[in-house]
């Protein structure tokens, strides 16, 4: 299955200002208006020599901007992102500090400071969700990073939050104790009677993510609604074990206490040498977007744009992808996973709150008849 992004392209915009494209409407507009030969070259050559160097101009003032600030603090949901800030330490001097606070707890805790004043943070990190949640609040601030100019056009559909990943989702196996042919081809290969009292994955009646994964399943996948419930509940009799979230869901398949779950493709990295494979299903995989943004009440502006901008680069992105398996959504990068580059990602609606409850609500009515 081939990738396919809506507008994502595979040259940097940031470091091309002047692309083919843009030079070739250009130059179709000055035939309409008439623009003599010698003009046409004058303003390619604005359009090619000055407009970079007044963007490197940009940039300088704001790394001097941010020198002057000093440090910059990072919220974060994601694990093991670390390497990521001692990286834009060493090249920008500043002192970045990373906090990680779990998906649960990050929008009470975030709302909580900034409503009393408190909040230390001057970028955020978490799923769409919760940064949607954040932006109803007037916790984030606007900003348009040069760095996701290639992005794909869906990632930025306001100036306050830019999606820059996918918490894709996968069926991860132990291949140590899985034949190659009893390896799922389909989601529904999991309702096989085969795998009952064998399958591991998190709550559905309080996991949100998996929640809305499911919820993704039969939006993007399935036929029909009646097909997709045939999945639930062939799922449910298969009497999978419940964990609290996707982090414990590795262990039990690398211990061989259960042989396949519905996890995350990532720790066949992260879990290394752990014989864990994920199985190279023909339907696409889902995942919850994940989101950035600037603090609105941030003590660091300048030093905040500039690590977002970090952030979103190629190389920051490559780092994230190569060294924790994430997905990411920097054209051309993906992660060191065989076959994840030729699998079709695409990103879960976001549900409500009350969608949330009510799905969880009858998930639990469901899984516990069996």
């Known amino acids: 299955m081939a990738l396919s992004w809506p507008g994502r392209r595979t040259n940097s915009a940031a470091a091309n200002i002047a692309s083919i494209g843009v030079t070739s409407k ?4 000055y035939e309409k208006k008439g623009v003599t030969p010698m003009k046409k070259i004058f303003m390619t ?5 000055l407009l970079p160097a007044v963007a490197l101009a940009t940039n300088a003032e704001l790394a001097k901007k941010a020198k002057a600030e000093g440090k910059v603090l990072f919220y974060a949901n994601m694990t093991a992102v670390q390497p990521i800030m001692d990286e834009f330490n060493r090249e920008t001097g500043l002192k970045g500090q990373y906090t ?4 649960s707890k990050f929008l009470p805790t975030v709302l909580t400071e ?3 004043g408190k909040l230390m943070a001057d970028i955020l990190q978490a799923p ?22 290639s992005y794909p056009a869906w990632t930025r559909k306001d100036d306050q939050i830019q999606v820059f990943g996918i918490e894709y ?21 999991l309702t096989d009677p085969k795998w009952k009292n064998k399958i591991v994955m998190a709550n559905p009646a ?22 997709w419930m045939k999945f639930i509940k062939g799922l449910a009799a298969n009497r999978p074990m419940f964990v609290k979230s996707f982090g414990p869901t590795p262990a039990p398949i690398e211990s061989g206490e259960k042989l396949i779950g519905i996890s995350m493709p990532k720790y066949i990295i992260t879990k290394a040498p752990a014989p864990l494979d994920w199985a190279h299903i023909e339907q696409p995989l889902l995942g919850t977007p994940r989101g950035i943004a600037i603090s609105s009440s941030a003590k660091n502006p300048h030093a905040a744009k500039l690590f977002m901008d970090f952030w979103l680069s190629k190389k920051a992105m490559g780092m994230l992808s190569a060294n924790v398996g994430e997905y990411v959504l920097a054209p051309g990068i993906f992660p060191p996973i065989d076959g994840i580059n030729k699998a079709k990602v695409i990103p879960v609606r976001t549900l409500s709150d ?7 609500t009858k998930f639990k009515k469901i899984f516990s008849q069996y």
Do not use: C
């Open 45 to 49: 050559f604005l359009i090619l020599v």
């Open 128 to 149: 769409l969700p919760v940064m949607q949640m954040l932006k109803a609040k007037g916790v984030l601030a606007s900003y348009s990073s040069p760095a996701a100019a």
């Open 26 to 29: 250009l130059q179709l507009d």
């Open 169 to 189: 989702v996968a069926l991860i196996y132990n291949k140590e104790l899985v034949k190659p042919a009893d390896v799922p081809k389909r989601y529904e290969d």
């Open 354 to 360: 009350q969608e949330i409850r009510s799905w969880g």
């Open 206 to 227: 309080t996991h949100a993510t998996t929640i809305s994964w499911l919820i993704g399943l039969k939006e993007n996948v399935f036929k029909s609604e009646a097909e």
């Open 114 to 116: 900034y409503q009393a």
């Open 100 to 103: 990680r606070i779990s998906t």
